[in-house]
């Protein structure tokens, strides 16, 4: 790619994404804020000309429980740790339906999304699956991917892109992504301190590095070529940590952080990719949108200077082995 690319995506999995590590009580404020969150940002995104790939839990492609409950996977995920599974209890919390539980259904959201066609709904798997944690097998993980179609194609939505949950990337799962029409997926950045590991073998140590990356270049730029990989592997640049009050003051090393790499991708013809949860707007949703447009801004200013580009991970993919049909 001899322009530089701009690629955002978002992880949507509202409570899906967390049962085993939050509560309502005490997140729902930040899932609520979503529905807020999403618009505000649809809305930024059309106004400064930028595309973003939804990476969806399939769970959310739902208006009720029954509709929810008649697609479920009959094969699911055996985890060793049984509270990674929404199938093993959680299922029971969720409410008859989209106005009886936000947080769990997001139907009127995929809807709006589809409003703005130059984004892209992707997978983030059904069950917010975990590629990485024991006990589970290739087999579940098929039958995961399996009923993530299903619930997209009620919507009439191709899905042709595909992020790890938790990033828990695994290689030998890349081909049955390929063989169900997945051809981008979002890697990790290429660096040891975002190598997968499962819950189990995360370290304090990585996560206190890769939280000091967040304002001071540890890992490097993080823009990348494209590789020959089928699916293509279009891997993450930074992931866009929401405001905090406590670290408000390192804002701007914050934002210097983003926008030196995406000048290196522009000048380099390299792609950026900038990834986060809707969740993580969905309280000090101001601060985080101002943050946000900022990013925007400079996209625009390398637009105009080095002819930058958005596209969303199916485009790049698409243009690649267009490119490489040979």
Same mark, same amino acid.
């Given at each position: /790619?001899e ?6 995506s978002?992880d949507?999995?509202l409570?899906?994404?967390m049962?085993?590590?939050?509560t309502?009580?005490g997140?729902g404020k930040?899932?609520l804020g979503?529905? #807020?969150?999403i618009?505000?940002?649809l809305d ?11 990476a969806?839990?399939g769970?959310?492609?739902f208006d009720t429980?029954?509709?929810m409950s008649a697609? =479920?996977p009959?094969i699911?995920?055996?985890y ?6 929404p199938?093993? !209890?959680h299922l029971?919390q969720v ?7 936000p947080y ?13 066609p130059a984004?892209?709904?992707?997978c ?9 944690e024991?006990?589970?097998? #290739?087999a579940?993980?098929?039958a995961?991917l ?13 899905l042709?892109?595909?992020v790890f949950?938790r ?5 030998n799962y ?11 997926f979002r !890697?990790?950045e290429?660096n040891?301190?975002y190598?997968?590991r ?10 206190g590095?890769?939280l ?6 540890l890992?490097?730029?993080n823009?990348?070529d ?7 592997n ?5 992931? =866009?940590r929401?405001?905090?009050k406590?670290?408000?003051?390192l804002d701007?090393l914050?934002l210097?952080?983003i926008?030196?790499a /995406?000048?290196?991708a522009?000048h380099t013809?390299?792609?950026f990719?900038?990834?986060w ?5 969905g ?10 447009n900022?990013?925007?801004v400079?996209?625009?200013k =390398?637009?105009a200077?080095h002819n930058m580009?958005? /596209?969303? /991970?199916? #485009?790049?993919?698409d243009?690649?082995?267009?490119i490489?049909?040979?």
């Amino acid at each position: /790619m001899e322009q530089g690319t701009f690629v955002i995506s978002l992880d949507f999995e509202l409570l899906w994404g967390m049962q085993d590590k939050r509560t309502i009580d005490g997140y729902g404020k930040n899932l609520l804020g979503v529905r #807020e969150a999403i618009p505000l940002m649809l809305d930024a995104f059309d106004h400064h000309r930028v595309k973003a790939t939804f990476a969806t839990v399939g769970l959310l492609f739902f208006d009720t429980k029954e509709s929810m409950s008649a697609a =479920l996977p009959v094969i699911r995920p055996q985890y060793s740790n049984s509270s990674l599974s929404p199938y093993s !209890g959680h299922l029971d919390q969720v409410g008859s339906s989209e106005d009886a539980d936000p947080y769990h259904f997001a139907g009127s959201l995929i809807r709006l999304i589809q409003k703005y066609p130059a984004h892209e709904i992707a997978c983030h798997t059904f069950s917010h699956y975990y590629c990485l944690e024991r006990g589970q097998t #290739e087999a579940e993980f098929s039958a995961d991917l399996d009923a993530a179609i299903k619930a997209a194609n009620q919507f009439g939505i191709e899905l042709r892109s595909f992020v790890f949950p938790r990033n828990q990337y695994r290689e030998n799962y890349l081909k049955i992504c390929w063989d169900k029409g997945i051809t981008s997926f979002r !890697g990790n950045e290429r660096n040891w301190l975002y190598d997968a590991r499962n819950g189990e073998d995360e370290s304090t140590f990585r996560r206190g590095f890769r939280l000091l990356d967040t304002w001071f270049n540890l890992s490097g730029h993080n823009c990348h070529d494209m590789t020959t990989e089928r699916p293509l592997n279009i891997p993450s640049s930074r992931f =866009l940590r929401p405001w905090s009050k406590r670290l408000q003051t390192l804002d701007g090393l914050r934002l210097r952080r983003i926008t030196r790499a /995406m000048d290196h991708a522009a000048h380099t013809g390299k792609v950026f990719h900038l990834w986060w949860h809707p969740h993580n707007f969905g309280s000090d949703l101001e601060k985080n949108m101002a943050f946000l447009n900022k990013v925007l801004v400079h996209y625009g200013k =390398l637009k105009a200077s080095h002819n930058m580009r958005s /596209m969303t /991970m199916s #485009e790049v993919a698409d243009e690649h082995f267009r490119i490489h049909a040979g």
